[in-house]
Nanobody
Framework: QVQLVESGGGLVQPGGSLRLSCAASGRIFSINAMGWYRQAPGKERELVASITGGGTTNYADSVKGRSTISRDNAKNTMYLQMNSLKPEDTAVYYC?????????????WGQGTQVTVSS
């Protein structure tokens, strides 16, 4: 069974940094695009950043210049380095992956990790 597990969330002061990780496990043949989404209370889930299998990245305007998405294909792991964090970055951050496993190609979501930016 495929699982995506996020880690690295927490409480950080404005201007601080966090590094989120998303590890995919299970009988995975290949991982295509991966991405980070976030959902703040009362708001819809939104894309934060994405990365293709070839390493092409895309960022939401709200985090562009402050965040870096990367992946380690050998470890089936994706990262999101977030700097200069703002209170409006507070949300639950979800990992998403388009991958191929023994059951075929489909999309998976992680359980989410809370990021709180507050003094």
């Amino acid at each position: 069974q495929v699982q995506l597990v996020e880690s690295g969330g927490g409480l950080v002061q404005p201007g601080g940094s966090l590094r989120l990780s998303c590890a995919a496990s299970g009988r995975i043949f290949s991982i295509n695009a991966m991405g980070w989404y976030r959902q703040a209370p009362g708001k819809e889930r939104e894309l934060v950043a994405s990365i293709t299998g070839g390493g092409t990245t895309n960022y939401a305007d709200s985090v562009k210049g402050r965040s870096t998405i990367s992946r380690d294909n050998a470890k089936n792991t994706m990262y999101l380095q977030m700097n200069s964090l703002k209170p409006e970055d507070t949300a639950v951050y979800y990992c998403h992956a388009d991958l191929t496993s023994v059951t075929g190609r489909t999309y998976y979501w992680g359980q989410g990790t809370q990021v709180t930016v507050s003094s």
